[in-house]
């Protein structure tokens, strides 16, 4: 597995690749925005390490101009957990991210969680009659329909109006993880513990954010907000 890590600090840049090479991780590194965007153009990467705070181009307009042409899994790390940097770092496309100084064990399991939602396999769907709208397709697939919103569980692929949909793999997870229960409110710390792989008890952010671009993608009125309980696929 290959992370591409861009970090200006040189001292926690060496650090944090030391500490995920002794994990066996292969990591290409930069120290500026410019030089980590040549280097993802150039070359092939399991996930995206990304600092907000860079020079030349900053970590949130690298994660925009990574998204412009791929859906690899993106770990944004910001050095106060600051609101703004956190929210704007999801908003560009982010999947996750963490909060420096972390400690090196967290910053492990965060990204075993992100590359385990890009290689996701979904669960065999539930039996029939359970009121969830599915249909094998000719070769065998299985198709999940709401209205002209189409999901294709065997080919992990989403289309709207029959026009392919390019989601993010958590944007993904998070998809199929309502689909697999339309009509029912998913609570945060239930998506949080389903699609992004952990239980947390304080900011529920990355799950409403996610929401908020799921959204912008297959259509505003899909996902319902049931306050005060968390969100639902309509059915």
Request: aromatic fraction near 6%; charged fraction near 30%.
């Amino acid at each position: 597995m290959t992370i591409l890590l861009v970090e200006d600090d040189e001292v926690i840049r060496r650090s944090v690749t030391l500490a995920l090479e002794r994990y066996g991780y292969r990591v290409v590194s930069a120290g500026d925005g410019l030089t980590g965007l040549e280097l993802f153009r150039e070359g092939r990467h399991d996930l995206l390490l990304l600092d907000v705070m860079l020079p030349g181009l900053d970590g949130i307009g690298l994660c925009r101009r990574i998204r412009e042409t791929s859906m690899d899994p993106v770990l944004m790390m910001s050095a106060r957990g600051d609101a703004l940097d956190v929210v704007s770092g999801l908003e560009a496309g982010a999947d996750d991210y963490v909060v420096k100084p972390v400690d090196t064990a967290v910053l492990v399991a965060r990204i075993r969680s992100l590359l385990r939602r890009a290689v996701y396999t979904p669960a065999a769907p539930p039996a029939a009659g359970r009121g969830r709208p599915e249909r094998s397709g000719a070769d065998g697939q299985t198709l999940l329909v709401f209205g002209d919103l189409t999901l294709d569980t065997a080919g992990l692929e989403v289309s709207l109006a029959g026009r392919p949909v390019a989601l993010a793999p958590t944007e993904l997870r998070l998809l199929l993880e309502f689909a697999a229960h339309p009509g029912t409110v998913l609570d945060r710390q239930t998506l949080l513990r389903n699609v992004w792989d952990y239980g947390w008890d304080g900011d529920s952010r990355v799950v409403d954010l996610c929401v908020q671009r799921l959204r912008r993608k297959i259509g505003a009125d899909r996902v319902e907000t049931v306050r005060g309980f968390g969100y639902k696929l309509r059915r």
